[in-house]
Nanobody, 115 residues
């Protein structure tokens, strides 16, 4: 059974940091590109960051460049999103996605940036 389980979300003040994790199981994690998306209330889901299957290539939305870092540990079947200098506009539900011949989504984790 395929599972993508996000964790690490929560409430943080502007300027703070969070580290999201997405633990994968039920498929060959190291063969899949992984990405993080987010969806704010009333907005469409948008790509935040992506990483290749081997971890050698990454790309970021312009809005998070220089603040967020995506990484993966294929030995642990986990992808991470380190989020620094958080802003109120980063508030959203964050989802991880696995992409190869098939696409899998996690259920999401809420990130709220507020004072």
């Amino acid at each position: 059974q395929v599972q993508l389980v996000e964790s690490g979300g929560g409430l943080v003040q502007p300027g703070g940091s969070l580290r999201l994790s997405c633990a994968a199981s039920g498929f060959t994690f190291s063969s899949y590109a992984m990405s993080w998306y987010r969806q704010a209330p009333g907005k469409e889901r948008e790509l935040v960051a992506a990483i290749g299957s081997a971890g050698g290539s990454t790309n970021y939305a312009d809005s998070v460049k220089g603040r967020f870092t995506i990484s993966r540990d294929n030995a642990k079947n986990t992808v991470y999103l380190q989020m620094n200098s958080l802003k109120r506009e980063d508030t959203a539900v964050y989802y991880c996605k696995a992409t190869n011949f098939k696409i899998y989504w996690g259920q999401g984790t809420q990130v709220t940036v507020s004072s």
